[in-house]
């Protein structure tokens, strides 16, 4: 069992930047962040192995947003850059189910096992 707890959600202005955190329980895993905007289906966003080594973007942050983990203290970030209204969204943090995937697979919303609650991230035009 691997819990995870999203925090660092807010309200900001486009162009500004916020960085989320995800603290992460249990074993070390592939991680992933998703959005839900509302009305919409959640969608990728990034996702990072299990060690760091390759991450992995969705086109539309692509440049803007940066995943990172430090796995001495069991945390995923999200550093958000030239936020648009667009990302305004509910933002899941959430660990897969295995230690390793094919490329492909971490976009994968199915890989995902363990999900966090969310955080509400709001950007204001």
């Known amino acids: 069992q691997v819990d995870v707890v999203e925090s660092g959600g807010g309200l900001v202005q486009a162009g500004g930047s916020l960085r989320l955190s995800c603290a992460a329980s249990?074993?070390?895993?592939?991680m992933g962040w998703f959005r839900q905007a509302p009305g919409k289906e959640r969608e990728f966003v990034a996702a990072i192995t299990w060690s760091g080594d390759s991450t992995y973007y969705a086109d539309s942050v692509k440049g803007r947003f940066t995943i990172s983990r430090d796995n001495a203290k069991n945390t995923l970030y999200l550093q958000m850059n030239s936020l648009k209204v667009e990302d305004t969204a509910v933002y899941y943090c959430?660990?897969?189910?295995?230690?390793?995937?094919?490329?492909?697979?971490?976009?994968?919303?199915?890989?995902?096992?363990?999900w966090g609650q969310g955080t509400q991230v709001t950007v204001s035009s």
């Open positions: 959430a660990a897969g189910g295995r230690r390793t995937y094919s490329s492909g697979s971490y976009y994968r919303e199915s890989k995902y096992d363990y």
């Open positions: 249990g074993r070390t895993l592939p």
